[in-house]
Every structure is written in C-alpha cells, then in structure tokens.
C-alpha cells in the first residue's frame, strides 16, 4: 500500500506540474502497511513561490467501541512526504477529543485512543491535522480536517419501549383474528451488521396465540375461546437481535389480553318451578316476589326480560327487571282474596334484549319457568258493597228523616258484626247521624239547598272482634230543591216606547230567572197582572222559551200627556208548589225619529218646539238666566235701600238696654251711674273707662211708686238681656240702662213707663204698626194684650 502512494504522489506531479495539491478525487480507505497500520502520507512542498497544495491522502480512521484491553487503542498513523525522519516534524492533532480522547505522538504521527467508546453515545469525532517544522514552529503543510468513527460492536439488546401492553380481543374469534403489535428498539448500528436486526417470538401464551416474527403481530391461535371458560391470558413477547441467531442479545415484554364478551349464551333459570307465598292483604303494586335466570355473559349481553306466558293468573300479577340485579320482580296487579282464590300457576319466560346473529344458530336465547303463588288467609276489615254512596234528600226535610243506608261485610270465614260510624273529621258530622248497627243515615239539622246543594263526608266501619280493622267509603248527598222561590225579571230593563209606535211593535224582549234549582225543562210563563189587563196601552207576548215580549196596543203615546207607564208583569214558574211574582216595569215616552231610534228622553224637551235646533235651545236658556239676575239685582238693591231706612230709625230710636248686677240710688246717683249716657248716646263711647269701674254701693233716694207690673214689657227687656249677654262685642261687665231720654225729635216719643201717668190699660199701640217691620212683634204683642183687655171689659 506505501507502494500505492507512492505512484498517486508520482502521478500527481506529473499531472500538476510539481506543485502540492490534494488528491480530492481520492478519498481511499485506511492504507496499512503490514502490520495494518492506518497511515496519513503528506507530500513536501517545492518552492515558497509556488502555490501549496496538500500532499496527503484523505482517508477515514475506525476504532473499535467498548474497548477493554489495557493499552491505548491504536487508531492510525500520520505521515507528512516532508519528514525525512530526522525528527525535523511534529505533528499536532485538534478538533473533537483532540487530548482527551485521542493522542497523537509529535515525532511519529501515531494516533491512539486514550478511553473506551460507545457508539451510542457518540458514534464520529471531527479532528484536525497539521505537520509543524520544528525548527522555525512553522507549518510545513496546511491544516487539514479527518474523521475518526467508531465502529459498532453489539452492546444492546432490543427493548420495548411502550410495554408492557394491554390487549382485549372478542371471545369466539376465529383462528388469526388481529389482537396487537408490539415493537422493540435496539440501539445499535442499523447498517452496520446484524447487530440491530430484531427477530420476535413468543415465550409463554401459547398456543392460545401467535406472533410474527419480523412485525410483532399479535394474532390469536386458537379458535372459539370462551371468555366464560378463560377470560385473562399474559403472554411474554421476546425481541432478539443478530437476526435471532446464537450470540444475539434479547429483550421481552408482557402483553395482557382479555377476552371481551359477546352474546353467545341464553338466559338459564336454575331451576324449572318456584313457589311464592303471598298474603291476601298484599297492596296492589307491590312486590309479592322475585325470581332470577342466569346469564354467563357481562354488561348489555346479561341483560335479561321478563315476560308472564298468558294462562291461568296471568292477569292478576305482573313482572318488571330490576336493572341491577336482572332478577324478575312480580307485582301484584288486582287484589287476592283468599275466599275466592287460594292459589295461582303462570309460567316466566326470560330472554336476553340484545342479541348476536352470528349465534343464532346455537338455539333460542330464552328460557321458560313455573311460578305457583299461594295466598294466604289474612284477618281483613270490612268491605262495603259500593265504592261510593250517593244519596238525595229535598231541602227542608224533618229531622231524624232517613235518607239513606251503607252495608259493609265480614268477608272472612269467621265473619264479625260491624259497626258504623262518621268520620267526625269530615264537614258534614252535624247534619247527619247513623245508626252504629243498621248503618242507616238520617237528618240531623234542617237542609237548605240554597245555602249547602251537596254534603260529602266518610263512614266507617270496624270489626266488633277486631275494631282496629276499619274501612271507610265516602257518602255523598245532594239536597233536592223545594220550589220556594218565585221567578223574577233577570235584570233591571230600561224601557222606552217612541211616541210615534205602531200597534203591535215590541219594544222590549224580557227573561226570569229562579233562585231555586231548576231541573231540566222548567218553563216560566209570562202574563199581565188582573188589573193591568183592563184597557191597556201595552201588553205580553210568551214565546213559550222562557222570554217575552212587551208589545204597544195603540199608537199616538204622547209625552206631554203622559211620560212614564208601570207595567205590571205576571211570571210563574212550572215547578211545584207554582210559584209567581208581579214584576212591574218602567216605560218611558221618548222622542223618535221615523225610523224608531230614540232621540230623546229628557223632560225639559217636552215643553221645547220640535223644530228647535240645540244652538237656538241654548240662546233661549242665556236670556232666561239675563233676565234671572236682572231680577235678582232688582231685588237686592231694594232690599238694601230698605234696610239703610231702618238703621237710621234704629239709630234714632236708641232702644239699648245695659244691664249691672247692682241697682244705683236712682237718677240722682250720679257716682254709680253716668246719666248723660241717657241722653247722649255718644257718651257710651267716650266714658269707657268710667264704665269699667264697678260702681259703689249708696244710699238710694226715695223712688216713686211702682207703676202696675206689665209682663210684657218685663218679657221684653229680658229677652234684650240675654242678646247682650251672648253677644261677643258687647263689654265684659253688665249695666242696666233705663230710658229716662229718648233724645229730641224722637217721633216715637218715650217708651218708658216710668214718667208715664197713664195705666197700661189707658195705652194704644196701634201706632206701633205703623213703624215698621222691626216692630212687628211688639205691635201684635200689645195689640193681642189690648184686644184681651176689651173683652174682659165686655
């Protein structure tokens, strides 16, 4: 081989012209002398002037992973064509693991290995190579890059990396039915020997499956497997590299596969008949029993249903799945009497909801058992012989009439007296009783249908053996009606007739009602009252449907005449006792036009023309409400003038009265009592302090004789006392003012009695008429006494 590098260095010269290049185009294998040695061989240069090109041969170097033995592993050799081999040149390696990994020596371009490889772990280096001159440390060739790889030895067995594995695969596959793949990965070298080449193989499973050898295809190997009979299989999977021969390394798995169900078997009860025993007292809808067929198989494929086969008491019970237990539940539908029945046969049949047709062929999927149910006797309560009671009794019926009964029975083999009672619970306990023994229902309180139309309440009844064993049936009663109520007009109408009706024309179409309870066809009847039949201006029509018409019997019906007519109407009803009542009814004249409708009602239309428009009807009312309060104003104003005239008079006469509680000395006492107040009206006025002073009690002079008492002059000034009293102006003391003056130019002259030398009896009061109104009452009440005075004279 240093022979072949010596003629491609010869070939290269010729061919370049002396200079140093690499040979590019020969990138040759490791060249080993004959102690197989990889060698690296670098031409040397000609001259400075000329271009440096490489001299040596490319080539890669291989060393061996895992290496174990004592010394440095050799990798190969660098060699520059410029050594002459008087140590002139060194060698210097860089790169990848460049003195850590790998050496080189200086002097003779050896490169070794300095530690063990993995090739897993990193399977080529990258490197660096240069031939140094000694001398001047300058480079005699350019730096140049190679590559050492490390070949592959089989240090790694196959492994599985996903298991181990769960598989299911249906019972009663057949032979080859697909169940999984597995796979194994082998970390070494896939191109370089047989070292990754993995062969798989079933160590345990079989023969139940089988695998193959380069996929790792699982498949099942046996046909119909009975997930009833085995339903867990592991099998243990091996991967072996080498290509499975001796030598190889080996890695396993486990895969678990389950057997999932399918329907292949039918429902199976364990036994043909079952007995049941069942109370007679049982509810209806409860369960009395249960019964259960087996199914080997799981979940949907178990689910099993019950049917009762029709024959004898088939129609009493039934039976339903309990989705739990799949057990068949038997219900009871009718009440057991163990009287009449004590004992029932049907038969079950189970049979599974979900089915495959790929085992049809097995046989039916259903299986059939007997039930036999014997009742048993139970100590019962009373039956009544009616599920309700209904009864009827007419208002207003005696009390302690029956109505009515209720029967319960002992149905028993020893049967017991019953007793009844009411259920004092109810509404109805205080209008009825019954008799304990017969169970006959009576009144209790007078019914009335208008108030209560229908009772309902409950009987009971016990065993006198057993009186804890009670039944109760409700009894309802309607209140008959009793024809009590006479019918009357349904609702109020407002009739009206046009003045210009027609003989004959209906004006108004009446209806009755009845407050009692009207059975079916009842008819009332309509008609006019005795008296209202004599001449009359309107009359009834019975259309015989429990309406009525009110028809005109003249024509010409005039408001101003007259503006209402009272109609009396007849109704009867058709019940019994017949009962009737007078309806009287309203009609009012109105104004219509020619085609009837009413256009007006009012009374103040009457007295208006008939032409009259609304605007005129209004100017007419505005000139009677001018005129009004002309009137009204006329008056008022004369009033007042008038009433000016008498103040004046007022004034003038002066009639004031002022009462005080103590008497003076008379009008000589001049201390106790201003005079001049007498006189002069103004002094009212200007002494009111004087007037506030209570007056001292002195020694009164002599008075003249009293004249004759006079009770009306006494009733008179009376009454002016208690005027002043009440009066809210008048001054808080009391004064007696006594009309000594009566002022000058007073044309009633004085009315005092005091000065007076007359008696009463020589007095005319004639001219008191004569001053007015506001002596009215004075003038009649001494003209009275005057005319009095004359007949005692006569």
């Known amino acids: 081989m240093l022979t072949r590098n010596c003629l491609s260095l010869l070939l290269w010269v010729l061919f370049d012209g ?72 060194k060698y210097t390696l860089s790169g990848d693991g460049a003195g850590t990994v790998f050496t080189i020596d200086e002097t003779t371009g050896d490169i070794h290995a300095i530690r ?152 199976r009860f364990p036994k043909s008949i079952f007995h049941l025993k069942v109370p007679e007292s049982s509810l209806v809808g409860s369960a009395i029993g249960r019964i259960r067929a087996v199914d080997p198989d799981f979940g949907k494929n178990a689910e099993i249903e019950y049917n009762i086969v029709p024959g004898d008491g088939g129609n009493l019970f039934d039976i339903v799945t309990d989705e739990d237990t799949q057990e068949g539940v038997i219900k009871l539908k009718k009440p057991l009497d163990f009287e009449t029945k004590k004992a029932y046969t049907f038969k079950v049949e189970a049979s599974n909801l979900h089915l495959d047709h790929r085992f049809h062929s097995v046989g039916p999927f259903k299986d059939t058992a007997t039930v036999k149910i014997s009742v ?89 053996s057993n009186p804890s064993l009670t039944s109760k049936v409700n009894v309802l009663i309607n209140v008959l009606d009793v024809n009590e109520f006479p019918p009357e007009i349904s609702v109020p109408y407002e009739t009206a007739v046009c003045e210009n009706a027609k003989p004959g024309q209906v004006i108004q179409i009446i209806s009755a009602a009845d407050r009692d309870l009207s059975p079916a066809g009842q008819q009332f009847s309509f008609r006019l009252s005795p008296e209202a039949a004599i001449k009359p201006n309107f009359t009834i029509r019975d259309y015989r449907n429990n309406t009525a018409g009110i028809e005109t019997r003249r024509s010409g019906y005039s408001r101003r005449q007259q503006e209402f007519y009272f109609l009396p109407v007849v109704i009867e009803d058709s019940s019994y006792p017949v009962q009737s009542s007078t309806n009287t009814m309203t009609i009012r004249v109105c104004r219509c036009d020619s085609d009837g409708t009413i256009l007006s009602c009012n009374v103040e239309a009457i007295f208006l023309p008939v032409g009259l428009s609304t605007g005129a009807l209004i100017a007419i009312l505005l000139c009677i409400v001018i005129l009004l309060a002309i009137v009204v104003l006329y008056v008022a104003l ?116 005091i000065d007076s030398r007359t008696t009463e009896a020589d007095q005319d009061y004639d001219y008191l008429t004569d001053w007015g109104p506001r002596f009215k009452v004075l003038a009649d009440m001494f003209g009275e006494e005057e005319s009095y005075n004359s007949d005692k004279v006569t």
Not at 56 to 80: A, D, I, R, T
Not at 376 to 402: A, C, H, N
Not at 431 to 459: K, M, V, W
Request: charged share 25%; net charge negative; with cysteine.
């Open 116 to 267: 063990s490889l993995d090739r897993e772990e990193k399977p080529f280096y990258t490197l660096r190579a240069q031939a140094v001159d000694i001398h001047t440390r300058k480079p005699l060739e350019p730096e140049s890059e190679f590559i050492i790889k490390v070949q592959d030895i089989n240090d790694n067995e196959p492994k599985f990396l996903d298991g181990p594995y769960v598989a299911s695969v249906p019972e009663m596959s057949p032979v080859g039915a697909y169940v999984l793949q597995v796979k194994a990965t082998d970390a070494d070298d896939p191109t370089y020997g047989n070292s990754a080449r993995v062969v798989y193989s079933i160590l345990q499973g079989q023969p139940y499956f089988s695998i193959d050898p380069k996929t790792g295809v699982i498949r099942t190997a046996l046909p119909n497997m009975d997930r009833e009979v085995k339903e867990q299989y592991q099998v243990l999977i091996q991967a072996k590299d080498m290509g499975g021969q001796l030598g190889g390394l080996a890695g396993t798995t486990t895969v678990n596969i389950t057997l999932t169900d399918v329907n292949d078997n039918p429902p």
């Open 376 to 464: 048993l006797d139970v100590d019962e309560p009373p039956v009544f012989s009616k599920p309700l009671y209904t009864m009827e009794v007419y208002e207003d019926t005696p009390v302690g009439t029956i109505i009515g009964a209720v029967t319960a029975q002992d149905l028993d083999v020893g049967s017991s007296a019953i007793r009844y009672f009411i259920d004092w619970k109810s509404d109805g306990d205080s209008y009825f009783t019954i008799d304990g023994t017969e169970g006959t229902i009576a009144t209790n309180e007078l019914l009335d249908r208008e108030s209560t139309p229908q009772y309902n309440f409950s009987i009971i009844a016990s065993k006198i």
């Open 18 to 89: 002396g200079l140093l290049t690499p040979l590019q185009s020969q990138p040759q294998q490791t060249l080993t002398t004959e102690s197989r040695e990889n060698v690296f061989i670098m031409p040397g240069r000609q001259s400075p002037a000329q271009r440096v090109k490489r001299g040596w041969v490319w080539n890669q170097f291989f060393v061996l992973e895992e290496y174990m033995g004592s010394e440095p592993q050799y990798v190969g050799k660098l060699h520059s064509d410029l050594d002459k081999g008087v140590g002139s040149v």
């Open 638 to 753: 004369r009033r007042q003038k008038k009433k000016d005239t008498l103040m004046t008079s007022k004034e003038d006469i002066r009639d004031n009265v002022i009462h005080y509680d103590d008497e003076g000395g008379g009008e000589e006492d001049t201390q106790a009592f201003d005079i001049g107040a007498l006189r002069n009206p103004k002094v009212i006025e200007e002494n009111k302090i004087r007037r506030d002073i209570k007056p001292d009690t002195l020694c009164l002079p002599r008075q003249r004789p009293p004249v004759e008492d006079n009770t009306d002059i006494r009733d008179f000034i009376n009454q002016r006392l208690q005027e002043n009293d009440v009066d809210p102006t008048a001054p808080p003391y009391d004064s007696l003012a006594t009309y000594a003056y009566e002022g000058d130019g007073s044309v009633a002259e004085s009315l005092s009695s």
